[in-house]
């Protein structure tokens, strides 16, 4: 198992106000042989991407607007479980959202967050999903 990790941040200011920019990135591969890097071949069992782009604007000092964009493929090669078409996974998923930081004190925060996703594989036909999901966090930091 190899997995590397890219993670970007970058600040700056729009109107006056506190805009930060994220981005994710995670690549791993699963394999049957040693190596110092994932792989980018069809000889890893399993590869799988995934990658994340989220923007935080801070309308002032306890609220923020954030938006999020989020992309995932698996792929397995010929030696995985396959489909009745005797093909491999291929799944890729995306998923697009946004939501509310409003930090009431200096160490604790409701989070509001929504998401609409789905999932797909073109060769498991039954593996597909669409949603939404929304969550509320009360987070408090100790």
């Known amino acids: 198992f190899n997995m590397l990790d ?12 506190t805009l930060i920019l994220t981005n994710f990135t995670n690549y791993n591969s699963v394999g049957d042989k040693i190596s110092p890097i994932p792989s980018l071949t069809k000889k890893a069992f399993v590869r799988t991407l995934y990658n994340e782009f989220m923007a935080y604007y801070h309308l002032n000092s306890k609220l923020s ?10 792929v397995g090669n010929d030696r995985t479980e396959r489909a009745a078409n005797s093909k491999p996974m291929n799944q890729i998923g995306w998923g ?3 939501g509310l930081d409003y930090n009431f004190a200096k160490k604790a925060g409701l989070y509001l967050r929504y ?9 498991f036909k039954l593996d597909k999903f669409r949603g939404h999901e929304v969550s509320l ?4 930091f100790f």
């Open 96 to 98: 697009a959202g946004t």
């Open 6 to 17: 890219v993670n970007l941040r970058y600040r700056t200011s729009v109107f006056g106000k």
């Open 65 to 74: 607007l954030l938006g999020h964009v989020g992309f995932q493929k698996a």
């Open 115 to 123: 998401l609409y996703m789905t999932h797909k594989d073109p060769n």
């Open 137 to 140: 966090e009360l987070k408090v």
